[in-house]
């Protein structure tokens, strides 16, 4: 059964999250992961758009492209503004927030700004943050989903746009921030971790067919490996039937 990139990150990504929980959804796969979630395991889970959006059901074939549109709002339970839905991730509603990104680095930081040294004249100007600064501040959990290229993981992002572990160990504290964090990175590869005490990344799972080897090539600093390596399963037949319904045009499937 062929299964695109997309495919495979929506799938591991709908398994990270767990039922009568909430989740701060960006369009596109993560939406994609989270109304997947609520699907199958997950009936309980309530999922918020950044556009003031609470309790939405993603309706099949009508995946919405914009955190702005009403198809985002079908069944919807709220339909608060926008600062009031970053007012309940302040308050501590929001248990993951669900996010991608360009670069990012060995604690998890994230990079949707500039790419290059210079702020100023980037070689790249890339979207900018939206609310992924908000969702990486406040959000008890964050779950990133991308894929794994060596171009994407970096010792240190050019530019901090959502803040994780910062330098590592208790930093993220210290800056101001006294919970939250990323929890989990999920790629194209496996299923990544980080070090309780030092706060780097580390290997914690394999999607099949790949090996460690595969994992390093692709990473652009060293990465630290669980006790115990699992396999993650793969997407099951009913799992891509269910999503790709969700996205019959493929406009984020591929």
């Known amino acids: 059964m062929t299964v695109t990139a997309s495919e495979l990150l929506a799938v591991q990504g709908s398994r990270q999250l767990r039922d009568d929980t909430t989740v701060f959804a960006g369009v596109g796969v993560p939406l994609l992961a989270a109304a997947l979630a609520q699907q199958r395991h997950a009936p309980k889970l309530t999922m918020v758009i950044e556009g003031g959006i609470i309790g939405p059901r993603i309706k099949p074939g009508r995946l919405p492209i914009s955190t702005n549109e009403m198809r985002a709002a079908y069944r919807a339970q709220m339909l608060p503004g926008i600062t009031d839905t970053f007012l309940f991730a ?20 994230v990079n949707t700004s500039v790419l290059g040294p210079d702020y100023w ?69 496996g299923v990544f971790g980080f070090d309780p005490e030092t706060r780097r990344m580390r ?38 039937a269910m999503l790709r319904a969700l996205d019959p045009e493929r406009r984020f499937l591929g």
């Open 121 to 189: 004249k980037p070689k790249v100007r890339l979207p900018g943050t939206g609310g992924a600064n908000d969702i990486a501040s406040l959000c008890k959990e964050v779950i990133i989903l991308t894929a794994h290229e060596k171009r994407r993981f970096v010792a240190r992002v050019d530019f901090v746009t959502s803040p994780a572990w910062l330098d590592g160990g208790d930093s993220r504290r210290r800056a101001g921030l006294p919970f939250g964090g990323v929890s989990r990175v999920v790629t194209t590869l």
């Open 90 to 109: 302040q308050r501590g509603f929001l248990d993951y927030g669900f996010m991608g990104g360009a670069q990012i680095d060995q604690h998890g930081n």
């Open 203 to 240: 290997l914690d799972a394999l999607h099949p067919g790949v090996t460690r080897e595969q994992v390093r090539e692709q990473t652009g600093f060293p990465l630290l490996e669980a006790p115990e390596i699992s396999v993650t399963e793969p997407p099951t037949a009913d799992e891509l």
